[in-house]
């Protein structure tokens, strides 16, 4: 794969870390998501794999990022969400796997539909462009509305829908905390096009409410390092709740000068779940130890062409599973961005959208 070269907008700082990654190593990372790319819009998980929603979007935002310095990644990220838009279902979920854009289950889970509102609401803030934001608002709305059907009880998500429109048994506590995250920026992303959602905004406090003081409520999950840090990354946790949580667990799933734990009980760091924490340091501001997460995790960059092995088996010493996944290399520019604050996007993993002016950069 040719090199990619790095062409700076108009008073924008092309996106790098130092010591880490340089703006030319980062937009080589997002071109393999171009590569990646179906011809319908999709981004599978790897040339040739399943695509589903979460990852999807994932990397449309990192494209979204690289596309105020290269117009094709700008392009890619249109498309991949307006492939969103196409697959979207009557009950405004999605399924969640396709595989050339076919279903291949009927399951719709609540975490795929809700995360399209992160998205469009990242690429308005990244780019201002307010006619597309205006375009895909009927995508994140019923999204949204799809995930809000799935409330049980409490005010909690429960995890997915199946065939016959019966809700899952269970919520998921990195499902709600992700939840909580979409609905916060669905709600601003309405308050901005003139459609305002005070309900969301309601449902997010709630959930908010339950993750910090009734995380009894939801399936034991608590082997998965995303459990630990993910209701700081969706923002339900904040200040010195959100680094004390961190703080409580750093030991279990933070393996030094390698990376992050998927499972506690599992000799197994993964880049992505390494550059999320990262996404959950830079919120807490805490970008000097985010930096060396993110740097102690290059060791699953792939030189040849920037994509990202997903990760390390270290008891073997083998890369596991064998596969390059696009949204890896996704994480990997999201982070970046968010311990910089190069663009406007990185406020939503900053929990700050308030506090910039939409498309200013």
Aim: hydrophobic share 45%; glycine share 8%.
């Amino acid at each position: 794969m040719a090199p990619v070269h790095v062409l700076t907008s108009a008073g924008t700082e092309a996106l790098h870390l130092p010591g880490v990654l340089t703006a030319e190593q980062i937009h080589h990372s997002a071109h393999y998501l171009v590569h990646s790319q179906e011809s319908s819009g999709a981004i599978p998980w790897f040339p040739g794999g399943h695509t589903d929603v979460w990852d999807h979007v994932e990397c449309a935002m990192a494209l979204t990022v690289t596309g105020l310095a290269v117009p094709e990644h700008a392009e890619a990220a249109r498309r991949a969400y307006l492939w969103l838009d196409s697959m979207r279902r009557p009950d405004g979920g999605w399924s969640a796997k396709y595989r050339q854009s076919i279903p291949t289950t009927p399951l719709r889970e609540a975490n795929h539909a809700a995360y399209p509102a992160v998205g469009i609401f990242h690429h308005l803030l990244t780019t201002g462009d307010e006619a597309f934001a205006e375009r895909m608002w009927p995508t994140v709305e019923s999204g949204l509305e799809f995930v809000l059907a799935l409330r049980g009880d409490h005010g909690e998500i429960l995890w997915a829908r199946s065939e016959d429109g019966s809700p899952g048994d269970h919520a998921l506590l990195t499902v709600c905390s992700s939840v909580h995250h979409a609905l916060r920026c669905g709600a601003a992303l309405g308050a901005h096009l003139g459609y305002p959602r005070p309900a969301w905004n309601a449902a997010a406090d709630r959930l908010a409410t339950l993750i910090n003081e009734r995380e009894d409520l939801f399936a034991d999950r608590s082997r998965f390092s995303m459990d630990w840090f993910y209701p700081v990354l969706g923002g339900a946790v904040r200040g010195e709740a959100a680094r004390a949580r961190l703080e409580k667990q750093w030991e279990t799933f933070v393996v030094p000068d390698l990376g992050v734990l998927c499972v506690s009980d599992q000799p197994w760091v993964t880049a992505a779940e390494s550059a999320e924490l990262v996404l959950a340091l830079a919120a807490l501001g805490d970008t000097e130890v985010g930096t060396r997460v993110l740097r102690n995790v290059q060791h699953l960059r792939d030189p040849d062409d920037g994509a990202y092995w997903t990760g390390y088996q270290f008891a073997e010493q083998v890369r596991w599973p064998v596969e390059r996944s696009t949204w890896t290399s996704a994480a990997m520019i999201l982070a970046v961005d968010a311990l910089t604050g190069t663009t406007p996007g990185s406020r939503v993993f900053l929990h700050t959208w308030d506090q910039v002016a939409v498309g200013q950069h």
